[in-house]
């Protein structure tokens, strides 16, 4: 399965923690959350991939007060099995949940993963 994933943390801004397996994520980023509206949860299918944006589940905040937000880009055939932002939490949030419990409040940002 394929995900890029990007979230901020108590103590460090917003970054990719999952590349997808892409040197250089961005432009699959941009290519789904371009148009997207900035909401706080969205789910929005641009060809065969899914963006999805969510609040953190745990309502853990940043530094600053903040709602911690995940966005998720989403590959085929995984993507096909999300329809919502619901379903997308329900999919994607227990892949990743433990490694962000582990990151999420450290002093330095993480290293990217593939």
Avoid: C
């Avoid at 699959?28 to 299918?45: G, H, K, L, W």
């Avoid at 329900?90 to 593939?114: F, G, H």
Wanted: glycine letters at 8%.
């Amino acid at each position: 399965m394929t995900l890029i994933w990007a979230s901020r943390g108590q103590h460090w801004g917003f970054r990719f923690l999952l590349r997808g397996g892409f040197t250089d994520p961005l432009p699959q980023y941009d290519a789904v959350f371009s148009e997207a509206e900035s909401e706080p949860s969205i789910f929005v299918r641009v060809d065969s991939k899914v963006g999805l944006r969510f609040g953190d589940p745990l309502q853990r905040k940043d530094a600053a007060g903040r709602t911690i937000p995940h966005e998720f880009v989403v590959f085929p055939p995984f993507a096909d099995k999300i329809d919502s932002v619901e379903k997308g939490i329900e999919l994607v949030w227990p892949l990743v949940a433990d490694d962000y419990a582990a990151v999420w409040n450290q002093p330095d940002p993480p290293r990217v993963s593939s």
